[in-house]
């Protein structure tokens, strides 16, 4: 049984490396700018991720039953439909907010870099305008993407379940370890996300616009592989 529930923990952190779910955390993460916010993001999305599989196929797994192949491919779609929509924002924002980099200090605290809008200004940019709180809430949106993702891949875990525990009980225990391995494994993905982008807004915004761009791109043009992916089913 132990070997039965390492399995479970460590498929679930190679699950958080699928192309789509690397896609989706990046989106939402190509903004941060330090490795604790982009660390987060992989966690909140691990934590909503989790929270899907136990309440779905945690579900269906103590009621013996399947979802069905046809509801699967439609979920497929959706999530499909949400990286097209997470590619687009990002290029949206990119071209809306004309981000740029730089380092600022607060009243008392340390200097750290810092990412910065100017869209719309008329006037001279002022230093004072960058005199603001960081908030450090959970990532709510980042948690949503997750569900939705658990939501979708609820389906092969449960074969992959099925298949390996023979009772509800070490099911659901598996089911939960699994999870917390999505939750490791997209944590430290986000860190090495995060790397390339810290670098290149601390020494080069155009860099920095460029990487999110492709990341953005990538995203959408994976969204639409998806949905006809899915769709053709």
Excluded: C
């Excluded at 008392?108 to 960058?130: D, L, N, P, W």
């Excluded at 948690?143 to 099911?171: C, E, R």
């Amino acid at each position: 049984m132990t070997s039965v529930l390492f399995l479970g923990l460590m498929i679930g952190m190679q699950h958080a490396l699928e192309a789509d779910h690397i896609a989706a955390v990046a989106s939402i993460a190509a903004r941060e700018t330090t490795l604790k916010r982009a660390v987060t993001h992989g966690a909140a999305w691990g934590l909503g991720h989790t929270l899907t599989l136990m309440a779905v196929a945690g579900g269906v797994v103590v009621l013996g039953t399947t979802i069905d192949a046809q509801i699967a491919a439609y979920l497929e779609a959706v999530v499909g439909v949400m990286l097209i929509g997470l590619g687009g924002h990002l290029l949206y924002r990119l071209w809306r907010d004309r981000i740029h980099f730089h380092v600022h200090r607060h009243t008392g605290g340390a200097a750290h870099f810092h990412a910065h809008s100017h869209k719309g200004e008329a006037q001279a940019h002022k230093k004072s305008s960058h005199d603001h709180t960081h908030p450090r809430r959970l990532p709510v949106r980042t948690v949503l993407v997750g569900m939705m993702h658990g939501l979708a891949g609820s389906a092969a875990l449960l074969i992959l379940t099925a298949s390996t525990v023979d009772s509800p009980a070490l099911g659901l225990i598996y089911i939960a370890l699994f999870g917390i391995g999505s939750i490791a494994g997209m944590a430290a993905l986000s860190a090495v996300i995060a790397v390339p982008m810290s670098y290149s807004a601390r020494f080069v915004t155009w860099a920095n616009r460029s990487l999110q761009a492709g990341v953005a791109v990538a995203t959408a043009g994976l969204g639409i592989w998806i949905v006809i992916q899915s769709t053709s089913v």
